[in-house]
């Protein structure tokens, strides 16, 4: 199937148009959100959730699908990924090559980084001076100019390639080669999607420095509290505002071709054969 160019503006009129389909039903995809939220916010557990986070957005997306085709969406749709026959299968090559590109993030910045971080570790200092801060700086603006094109390629490509593995239906493969073929014919889109997500993260950091001036003023205990608080509820934001403008973006691009309208309620004293 080949995919669609659309408009610049369409970057943004995803997340308007993905966000109001949650508006619609507030109360289960706030749960679906801090359900998610919640478990990647569980040390050890959240790291392997983290890895499987493809999966877990597919479940997001079935359920964001339900919504938008007038069904009702379901907290227990969040494992739509592992529970709907076939889905975990198609997801798996994202999912692996999701943990390929963290790696080789690893391995780059180690490459840039590893000497200054080698030195901090035999110095044995937990507090580092600005100019041990400043010897750091240098190598990790390199890593960032090779992994920060990387990351990009790779974020649209799965941005397209995960409802189109898991709502499209076709292999994982496949669905990344569309994507990857899909981002170049929408790079002006996605853009503009970029700058509309550096403004949420502006908003959101904010949020999480007022977050951590309350968990410090409160305590140890009472700031490991907050701060699992905190992490659950920016993923919950996160993926409401993330997972349905993906859906728009794939909907738009590759077309919903089993899409079935819900047909409008008939006039009265008006009966429909």
């Not at 977050?211 to 409401?240: D, P, R, Y």
């Amino acid at each position: 199937m080949s995919h669609r160019r659309v408009a610049a503006g369409r970057g943004a009129g995803w997340i308007v148009d993905g966000f109001d389909i949650v508006r619609r039903n507030p109360g289960t995809f706030a749960l679906i959100g801090l359900v998610f939220g919640a478990i990647v916010s569980v040390p050890l557990l959240g790291a392997i959730v983290s890895l499987l986070s493809p999966v877990f957005y597919a479940g997001y997306l079935s359920a964001v699908r339900t919504e938008d085709r007038g069904g009702r969406a379901q907290v227990g749709q969040v494992f739509d990924g592992f529970a709907k026959p076939g889905a975990f299968l198609r997801m798996l090559p994202i999912v692996l090559v999701s943990i390929g590109v963290g790696v080789l993030a690893l391995i780059v910045m180690v490459a840039f980084m590893g000497g200054e971080l080698m030195a901090l570790a035999q110095a044995g200092t937990t507090d580092p001076s600005p100019e041990q801060l400043a010897a750091l700086a240098g190598p990790f603006l390199q890593s960032l100019v090779v992994l920060l094109p990387i990351g990009l390629l790779f974020g649209w490509t799965s941005f397209f390639a995960q409802p189109r593995a898991m709502l499209g239906e076709v292999s994982g493969l496949r669905a990344l080669g569309d994507g990857f073929r899909a981002l170049w014919s929408n790079l002006p889109a996605l853009l503009v999607n970029l700058l509309c997500w550096i403004v949420i993260g502006v908003v959101l950091t904010i949020g999480i420095g007022l977050f951590s001036l309350l968990g410090a003023a409160l305590g140890s205990l009472l700031q490991f509290v907050v701060q699992f608080v905190m992490n659950m509820l920016l993923m919950a934001v996160v993926a409401a505002i993330y997972v349905p403008s993906m859906y728009r973006a794939w909907q738009e691009v590759f077309g919903d071709d089993a899409a079935t309208e819900v047909p409008p309620p008939a006039p009265q004293g008006y009966t429909a054969f």
